[in-house]
Each structure stands twice: as structure tokens, then as C-alpha cells.
């Protein structure tokens, strides 16, 4: 009896300290935990701090910039001087560009022939066939030359018309001064003598310009002037308008030649050129006398104005 209750004794005194064991290992455990997730906590913030410092799993390959955070570079100024500088224009230079001609090289020693037959056409008026002309020639050289100019018309089985030989000479790369004699034909009654001088040449924007004045034998003055142009629609497709008036200094009824401003015509005409030298062409023109040379036209039964289509060839030989 006395051994069990001896061993009851000692069970009984183990059972705190076993309890008391298990809850220091449960309190050891739960430290034991709460110290790993220190560690955790302190590792990741650790991790942290070197990845925003750049201590990644890659350290040691820097990252890319972003492409806004590159500074461009200024670019390199542009050279003030040529790579092969041109060197400067001397007097020498210059006269070996333009040097003086001799005698030898006179721009008139050779002799050219040219004839423009600028208007050869005809047309039909009401069943009457009419024909009107108009060319230029010369021949010389580059400075001096001699011209042939005529004009006229045949209609009505009547022909009348003027031919003038000049003396021209050169002034500039564009124009040159004419003066010579021109003689009127036709009917008795409009034969005349003139004295001429003009100009005639290039303007500027590739106008042809041609003003001439005329003193008569019988006191008469005319000023005649006439102006064209050339229009290239295609290489072989050229339309030319053509503005001409002519001014007297008085009445001369007999010829029906009214003072100030006379008549006044214009047209245009479109050329196909078939060779550099004959192109056919068909145009419109248009007349009108003005003051009282058209009172002597109405008064001779004659129309005031006329207006004509017509049909014709431009050559050059």
C-alpha cells in the first residue's frame, strides 16, 4: 500500500513540470516563428534597398536609359569656308572671258541671207477669195545688215501693198535701228514715196516689237507699230497673237487716211510647226478703221470693220 501511494506521490509531481515543458516549447516554437519573420521581413527589406540602389540579380549590367533621359548632343556647326574654296575673280580671268575682238574677229564678217515669210494666208469673204502677206528679209551680219520688208493683200481682183528697203544696224544684243525709203502700190491713186526710220527687235518677256515713222513726199506723216508673240502650247504647237495699229499726222481723203489714230487690227493664229522652217496654220482676224478714216471708208461704201478666218503657211529659209 505504502509502495502505491509512493508512485501515486510522483506521478502527480511530474505532471506540472511535464506541462510546464510543453508550454516552454510551445513559447520557444511561437519565438522561433516570430524571429524567422524578423529575418523575412528584414531580408526583404534589405532587398529592397539594394534594388533601389541597383543591386538587382543582374548587378554589374547597367539598365538601359529611358531615351529621354539621353542628352542630345548639339550638332556640329555648318563649315564657314568650302571644302574647295573658289578662288577669287581676277582682272586676268576677266579678260580671258572676254577678250578684245580684232578686226579678224568682227561679229560681220560673215555674210547670212534670211527670209521669214511670217504671213502668207488666204480667206473667204462671202464667197471672195482674198490673200494677205507679210514678210522680212535680210542680209549682213551680226551688226549691219540690209532689209526687205512687205506687206499687202490681194482681194476683189485688186492688189495693194508697200515694199520697204532699210539699213539696219545694231544697238544691244536685242534691237536694231532702222531708216531707209518704202513705196506704197496699188491703185493709181495710192502710190506714195516714204521716208522711214524705227526700231524693231526683242522686248523683254520675248515680245516682238516694231515701231516705224514715215514722212511722205506730199507732207504726209504715218507711225505704224506692231507687236507679236509667241505661245508654245507643245514643242510643235505655237499660237501667236498679233496686235497692230497705225497713226496719221492728217486728212488725206483722196486715200482715205484719216488724222490720229487710223485703224486698229488684231488676231491670233495657231501654227503647226511640220520642220523648224514651214508650219501651216489657221487664226482669226479682226479690223476696225477708227476716226475719220472710218467716216472715208463709209462714206466710199466700204465696211467700217471686218472680220475674217483664215488659212496659211509660216516659213523661213
Same mark, same amino acid.
Given at each position: $500500500?505504502?509502495?502505491?501511494? %509512493?508512485?501515486?506521490?510522483?506521478?502527480?509531481?511530474?505532471?506540472?513540470?511535464?506541462?510546464?515543458?510543453?508550454?516552454?516549447? @510551445?513559447?520557444?516554437?511561437?519565438? @522561433?516563428?516570430?524571429?524567422?519573420?524578423?529575418?523575412?521581413?528584414?531580408?526583404?527589406?534589405?532587398?529592397?534597398?539594394?534594388?533601389?540602389?541597383?543591386?538587382?540579380? @543582374?548587378?554589374?549590367?547597367?539598365?538601359?536609359?529611358?531615351?529621354?533621359?539621353?542628352?542630345?548632343?548639339?550638332?556640329?556647326?555648318?563649315?564657314?569656308?568650302?571644302?574647295?574654296?573658289?578662288?577669287?575673280?581676277?582682272?586676268?580671268?576677266?579678260?580671258?572671258?572676254?577678250?578684245?575682238?580684232?578686226?579678224?574677229?568682227? @561679229?560681220? $564678217?560673215?555674210?547670212?541671207?534670211? #527670209?521669214?515669210?511670217?504671213?502668207?494666208?488666204?480667206?473667204?469673204?462671202?464667197?471672195? %477669195?482674198?490673200?494677205?502677206?507679210?514678210?522680212?528679209?535680210?542680209?549682213?551680219?551680226?551688226?549691219?545688215?540690209?532689209?526687205?520688208?512687205?506687206?499687202?493683200?490681194?482681194?476683189?481682183?485688186?492688189?495693194?501693198?508697200?515694199?520697204?528697203?532699210? /539699213?539696219?544696224?545694231?544697238?544691244?544684243?536685242?534691237?536694231?535701228? #532702222?531708216?531707209?525709203?518704202?513705196?506704197?502700190?496699188?491703185?493709181?491713186?495710192?502710190?506714195?514715196?516714204?521716208?522711214?526710220?524705227?526700231?524693231?527687235?526683242?522686248?523683254?518677256?520675248? &515680245?516682238? %516689237?516694231?515701231?516705224?515713222? /514715215?514722212?511722205?513726199?506730199?507732207?504726209?506723216? $504715218?507711225?505704224?507699230?506692231?507687236?507679236? /508673240?509667241?505661245?508654245?502650247?507643245?514643242?510643235?504647237?505655237?499660237?501667236?497673237?498679233?496686235?497692230?495699229?497705225?497713226? /496719221?499726222?492728217?486728212?488725206?481723203?483722196?486715200?482715205?487716211?484719216?488724222?490720229?489714230?487710223?485703224?486698229?487690227?488684231?488676231?491670233?493664229?495657231?501654227?503647226?510647226?511640220?520642220?523648224?522652217?514651214?508650219?501651216?496654220?489657221?487664226? &482669226?482676224?479682226?479690223?476696225?478703221?477708227?476716226?475719220?478714216?472710218?467716216?472715208?471708208?463709209?462714206?466710199?461704201?466700204?465696211?467700217?470693220?471686218?472680220?475674217?478666218?483664215?488659212?496659211?503657211?509660216?516659213?523661213?529659209?
Amino acid at each position: $500500500m505504502m509502495k502505491k501511494l %509512493l508512485l501515486l506521490g510522483g506521478i502527480c509531481s511530474m505532471l506540472p513540470a511535464t506541462a510546464f515543458a510543453q508550454h516552454q516549447g @510551445h513559447e520557444m516554437h511561437d519565438m @522561433h516563428g516570430m524571429k524567422n519573420m524578423d529575418s523575412m521581413a528584414e531580408k526583404d527589406a534589405t532587398e529592397g534597398d539594394k534594388t533601389s540602389k541597383g543591386d538587382t540579380p @543582374h548587378a554589374g549590367h547597367a539598365m538601359p536609359a529611358p531615351q529621354a533621359a539621353i542628352a542630345k548632343a548639339p550638332p556640329a556647326p555648318a563649315p564657314t569656308e568650302p571644302k574647295t574654296p573658289i578662288p577669287v575673280l581676277t582682272d586676268a580671268d576677266r579678260a580671258a572671258a572676254f577678250p578684245q575682238l580684232s578686226a579678224s574677229h568682227s @561679229h560681220d $564678217m560673215p555674210m547670212v541671207t534670211m #527670209v521669214n515669210i511670217d504671213r502668207l494666208e488666204g480667206w473667204d469673204d462671202d464667197g471672195k %477669195l482674198g490673200l494677205n502677206w507679210e514678210l522680212n528679209s535680210w542680209t549682213g551680219g551680226d551688226i549691219n545688215r540690209l532689209w526687205i520688208r512687205s506687206s499687202g493683200e490681194r482681194e476683189g481682183g485688186k492688189t495693194s501693198g508697200n515694199v520697204e528697203l532699210l /539699213y539696219g544696224r545694231a544697238k544691244g544684243a536685242w534691237w536694231d535701228i #532702222v531708216g531707209g525709203i518704202r513705196q506704197d502700190f496699188g491703185p493709181a491713186d495710192q502710190d506714195q514715196t516714204w521716208a522711214a526710220l524705227g526700231i524693231q527687235g526683242l522686248a523683254p518677256y520675248m &515680245f516682238e %516689237l516694231s515701231a516705224t515713222a /514715215y514722212v511722205s513726199t506730199t507732207g504726209q506723216f $504715218m507711225a505704224k507699230a506692231e507687236a507679236e /508673240y509667241d505661245l508654245l502650247l507643245t514643242n510643235r504647237l505655237i499660237l501667236q497673237p498679233v496686235v497692230e495699229m497705225t497713226a /496719221y499726222g492728217k486728212n488725206d481723203g483722196a486715200r482715205g487716211q484719216g488724222s490720229g489714230l487710223s485703224s486698229f487690227e488684231t488676231g491670233a493664229r495657231l501654227r503647226y510647226r511640220i520642220t523648224r522652217s514651214i508650219a501651216p496654220y489657221v487664226g &482669226f482676224s479682226y479690223e476696225r478703221a477708227l476716226g475719220n478714216s472710218a467716216d472715208y471708208r463709209h462714206l466710199e461704201g466700204h465696211n467700217v470693220s471686218d472680220s475674217r478666218i483664215v488659212f496659211g503657211i509660216n516659213s523661213w529659209f
